[in-house]
T-cell receptor, first 115, second 111 residues
């Protein structure tokens, strides 16, 4: 079956603009995660959904970041008033359940560049 | 102190040799441990997971966990140039599903 997909693959925007990044998890996976990865660093956790609800949003850096998963499948990460420091690769992952031992499968990522 | 620490490398080994990658973690509540491989410009892919003390082998890969020393390692036997990548150590802790990653170790296998 298909893996995790993310769109767009690249997004260039100007400082202050609003962006939406989309993630389509593996079919049947109830858990969905957003991470972001800066150059030379490991992925950094942002938010985790179990079904439709955000079970852990402790990684969101500030209130400019918000994510939704209204039907328990596709998720959208929304960033308001983008800043140059938001430039990174945003990775989405999904797992079968929310068990901490579950394998998380990563999508190809969206490279966000804020000019 | 970072929660998960790895030597950034690069670690350079000749083809056919054993590559040894190390990781330490600070949270004694960490329960599950993962090694991901990431090729340049690609997303992480799972190589091994380990949950209890000792060794776990899968083909050319062996993961080792020592909870008393808060240490996880990955051995790659018969290293191939195609193993050249960044290897990320990640952990989850009790009550938290999110992965906490180290910064990764870059491995270069010289033909």
């Amino acid at each position: 079956g298909a893996g995790v997909s993310q769109t767009p693959s690249n997004k260039v925007t100007e400082k202050g603009k609003y962006v939406e990044l989309r993630c389509d998890p593996i079919s049947g996976h109830t858990a969905l995660y957003w991470y972001r990865q800066s150059l030379g660093q490991g992925p950094e956790f942002l938010i985790y959904f179990q079904g439709t609800g955000a079970a852990d949003d402790s990684g969101l850096p500030n209130d400019r970041f918000f994510a939704v998963r209204p039907e328990g499948s596709v998720s959208t990460l929304k960033i308001q008033r983008t800043e140059r420091g938001d430039s990174a690769v945003y990775l989405c992952a999904s797992s079968l359940s929310g068990n901490g031992a579950d394998t998380q499968y990563f999508g190809p990522g969206t490279r966000l560049t804020v000019l | 102190q970072k929660e998960v620490e790895q030597n950034s490398g690069p670690l350079s080994v000749p083809e056919g040799a054993i590559a040894s990658l190390n990781c330490t973690y600070s949270d004694r509540g960490s329960q599950s441990f993962f090694w991901y491989r990431q090729y340049s410009g690609k997303s992480p892919e799972l190589i091994m997971s380990i949950y209890s003390n000792g060794d776990k082998e899968d083909g050319r890969f062996t993961a080792q966990l020592n909870k008393a020393s808060q240490y996880v390692s990955l051995l790659i036997r018969d290293s191939q140039p195609s193993d050249s990548a960044t290897y990320l150590c990640a952990v989850t802790r009790e009550g938290r599903r999110a992965l906490t990653f180290g910064s990764g170790t870059r491995l270069q296998v010289q033909p």
